[in-house]
C-alpha cells in the first residue's frame, strides 16, 4: 500500500499542475493534511476523518477493496466523514468491480456506490492500445486443488498452501518456467503462501534465476530495496505472496507466472492485469497458469461486467478451446455455422 501512496501522489501532480497534493500515511511518516488533494491509506485514517477538513470528493482507488461492512475501516471512515461533510460524494475506480463474498459493488443495501458510471473490457484497452497485448502457453503441470477447503467463497489459505507446495508440482512447473520464458526478462511469479514463496524463490535461485522475494512481513527498506531493483530491470524474477497482486505497477513485468489458484475472478484478474502495463520495447505479456484458473474463469481479457456491475467469465466450460499449433497460444474456437 505504501507503493501505491507514493506511486498515486506522483501521478496525481504530474496530471494536476498547480494543485496542492499531501499525503497521509502513518507507514510513511507523513501525515499532511489542509491540503487540495490528500492521498492517504484507509489503514491511517480510518479513525482520522475529523482530521481531513472539508472533503467534497472521495475517490477510492481498487474500490474492491471496500467492504460493505460498517465495522471494517472504509465502513468506519464513511460514516464518520459523512457526519462532518454530509454531503461528500464517492467515486470508486477498480478493474474488478465486485467481490467475491458480496458481489458487485453496487448492489445490496449497505453498498457504498450505487451506479456504474464507466466500464470497459480489458479486451477493448488491448485493442485500443492502451495495454499490453496478453499471449499463453499450456502448460503440463497443473495444481491440483481437489479436496481444498473453501471458507467464504475461497479457498483456505493454510490448505490451500498444503496442497500446493510440494515439489510434484514446483518442480516440473519451474522447469516449464525456464524453458516457456527464455525470451522473458521480467517475471512476476505468484504464489500460495509464504513458505511456497520462500521455496519458489529458492529453487529460482537454484537454477540460475536472479530471483528476489517480497512478502508481507519484508521489511519496509528490504521490500522497496528489491521492488526498485526488479523495477530496474537488475532482477530477473519477483516472487510475492498477496502483497502485489493489486494496483502494483511494473511495466517491465513481461511474464506472469501463477502458482496461486483461487475461486474469485477479481484476483484472477488482478493478477494478470501485473503484466498489461505498456513499456518501451516489450510486445506482449506472457501468460503461464500452472492452476485451474483459466479453466475455471476463463482468459481476463474474456471476463466483462455488465451495466448492472454483474461480472461475467468465461470458463472452460462455456465453449471449446485449442491450442496454436505455432504459438502455442490458448484461444477459443471460431465456430462457423450454416443457417438453411
Known amino acids: ?81 459523512r457526519q462532518f461533510c454530509p454531503s461528500v460524494r464517492f467515486i470508486g475506480m477498480s478493474a474488478t468491480p465486485y467481490r467475491l463474498d458480496s458481489g458487485p ?62 515439489d510434484s508440482v514446483t518442480q516440473p512447473a519451474l522447469d516449464e ?48 530495496e528489491r521492488l526498485t531493483a526488479f523495477k530496474k530491470g537488475e532482477l530477473r524474477a519477483l516472487v510475492s505472496v498477496g502483497v502485489l497482486t493489486t494496483g502494483f505497477d511494473a511495466p517491465n513485468a513481461d511474464a506472469l507466472i501463477c502458482l496461486r489458484p483461487t475461486c474469485s475472478p477479481g484476483l484472477w484478474v488482478q493478477m494478470v492485469g501485473r503484466v498489461t502495463r505498456l513499456s518501451p520495447g516489450k510486445t506482449d505479456g506472457l501468460v503461464l497458469d500452472f492452476t485451474s484458473n483459466t479453466r475455471t474463469h476463463g482468459p481476463v481479457d474474456l471476463v466483462t461486467v455488465d451495466g448492472d456491475g454483474n461480472v461475467h467469465t468465461c470458463p472452460e466450460s462455456a465453449g471449446p478451446t485449442k491450442e496454436c499449433p505455432e504459438c502455442k497460444e490458448i484461444c477459443k474456437k471460431q465456430l462457423n455455422h450454416l443457417l438453411m
Request: proline letters at 2%.
Open 105 to 166: 459493488l453496487i448492489k445490496g443495501d449497505e453498498r457504498i456506490f450505487t451506479d456504474l458510471a464507466y466500464s470497459i473490457s480489458i479486451k477493448a484497452l488491448i485493442r485500443q492500445g492502451f495495454l499490453s497485448p496478453l499471449v499463453s502457453a499450456k502448460t503440463a503441470t497443473i495444481a491440483r486443488t481437489d479436496g481444498v477447503a473453501k471458507r467464504g467463497g475461497e479457498f483456505i489459505a493454510g490448505d490451500l498452501e498444503r496442497a500446493v507446495n510440494v
Open 1 to 81: 500500500v505504501r507503493e501505491l501512496l507514493v506511486q498515486n501522489a506522483a501521478k496525481i501532480e504530474i496530471m494536476l499542475p498547480g494543485v496542492s497534493v499531501g499525503v497521509y500515511s502513518a507507514g510513511l511518516g507523513r501525515k499532511e493534511t489542509g491540503y487540495q488533494v490528500t492521498v492517504a491509506g484507509i489503514q491511517s485514517v480510518f479513525r482520522q476523518a475529523h482530521r481531513l477538513g472539508d472533503i467534497s470528493i472521495v475517490l477510492i482507488d481498487e474500490a474492491h477493496l471496500c467492504s460493505k461492512d460498517r465495522d471494517s475501516m472504509y465502513g468506519q471512515f464513511i460514516g464518520e466523514l
Open 177 to 224: 518456467v525456464i524453458r516457456l520464458c527464455v525470451d522473458r526478462k521480467s517475471w512476476l511469479v505468484f504464489c500460495s503462501g509464504v513458505e511456497h514463496a520462500s521455496n519458489i524463490n529458492a529453487a529460482l535461485l537454484l537454477r540460475g534465476v536472479s530471483s528476489t522475494i517480497v512478502v508481507g512481513d519484508t521489511p519496509k527498506d528490504l521490500r522497496d
